[in-house]
Structures are given as C-alpha cells and as structure tokens.
C-alpha cells in the first residue's frame, strides 16, 4: 500500500512563508514526477508545481517568483518552499506522485489527503 502525508500547513499573515512537505511511502520501486495541487473553497484543483525525476520544472504562472519545488530522491520526498505568501494562496494543497509500483504496467497516480494552508491579510 502507498500512501502520500503532507506536513506543513497552517495560517500565516499574507508576506509570509510556509514549507510544506510530502512523503511517499509503501510498496513502490521507482517514482516519476512529483507535484503540488490546490483547491481553494468553490475552485477546481490546479497545479501549482511539478517536478520531473530529471529535474525539470513547470510552476503555475500565479506563483513564479514566490514559490519553489524541489525533491530529495532518497528521502522520497518532495518539498514546496512557498514565500511572499497572498491571501488567494488560501487553499488545500495536495501532493501528488507518479509511482511504479510491483504488477502493474506504468505508474500509477497516487494523492494525498491534503495540507491546508491559509494566508490573512
């Protein structure tokens, strides 16, 4: 079984920052691209940021220049570094991880259960 927790969430005054973190855990053998979602209140979920397993990055356009990804392979763990944090920030933010896991053709999707994150003016 693979699970995905986040940590680091909370409530911060806008200007802020927060690092949230995800770990991957379970019976999965290699992984491929790791992201970042959120869904605000009456929004549908969005990218906020991805990361590949070469390295290679895409943010959503509203958060370039404040937040910033990263990985660490070994600790199965991907990490969202989030500063100058804006009230629209407000959400839940979700892990996501592509992983391949014993019997299955391809990788599979797997989600977190959420870090909710909001920002005060």
């Known amino acids: 079984q693979v699970q995905l927790v986040e940590s680091g969430g909370g409530l911060v005054q806008a200007g802020g920052s927060l690092r949230l973190s995800c770990v991957a855990s379970g019976s999965f053998f290699s992984k491929d691209a790791m992201g970042w979602y959120r869904q605000a209140p009456g929004k549908q979920r969005e990218l906020v940021a991805l990361?590949?397993?070469?390295?290679?990055?895409n943010y959503a356009d509203s958060v370039k220049g404040r937040f910033t990804i990263s990985r660490d392979n070994a600790k199965n763990t991907v990490y969202l570094q989030m500063n100058s944090l804006k009230p629209e920030d407000t959400a839940v933010y979700y892990c996501?991880?592509?992983?391949?896991?014993?019997?299955?053709?391809?990788?599979?999707?797997?989600w977190g259960k959420g870090t909710l994150v909001t920002v005060s003016s």
């Open positions: 996501n991880a592509a992983l391949w896991v014993v019997g299955v053709r391809g990788p599979m999707d797997y």
């Open positions: 990361i590949t397993r070469d390295g290679n990055i």
